[in-house]
Nanobody
């Protein structure tokens, strides 16, 4: 199993970023996928989750209405569109695959929101 995140970077408050996670090594379309984040000095928290065929999504209250999770099962990819970014969104963002044998994490991508 391999999860590779991309798309992080430095953005000004109010800006947008789109994170992508390329998955391989498992039947991607069968499993729910999530994005988590971890800010400095804090625990890892769930940002958004999408079911296997995208029928249901869930979001943390802190990002609801600003972030959108989506997936492309043909490309084995899950994305996180982040709009109206705030300094408190600064964190390392991780892709997470919910497999029956256990969860798998990507290496993370840094998002910094600062003027």
């Amino acid at each position: 199993v391999q999860l590779v995140e991309s798309g992080g970077g430095l953005v000004q408050p109010g800006g947008s970023l789109r994170l992508s996670c390329a998955a391989s090594g498992f039947t991607f379309s069968r499993y729910a996928m999530s994005w988590y984040r971890q800010a400095p000095g804090k625990g890892r928290e769930l940002v958004a989750r999408i079911t296997s065929f995208g029928g249901r999504t869930n979001y943390a209250d802190t990002v609801k209405g600003r972030f959108t999770i989506s997936r492309d099962n043909a490309k084995n990819r899950v994305d996180l569109q982040m709009n109206s970014l705030k300094p408190e969104d600064t964190a390392v963002y991780y892709c997470y695959a919910e497999l029956p044998v256990g969860g798998y994490w990507g290496q993370g991508t840094q998002v910094t929101v600062s003027s």
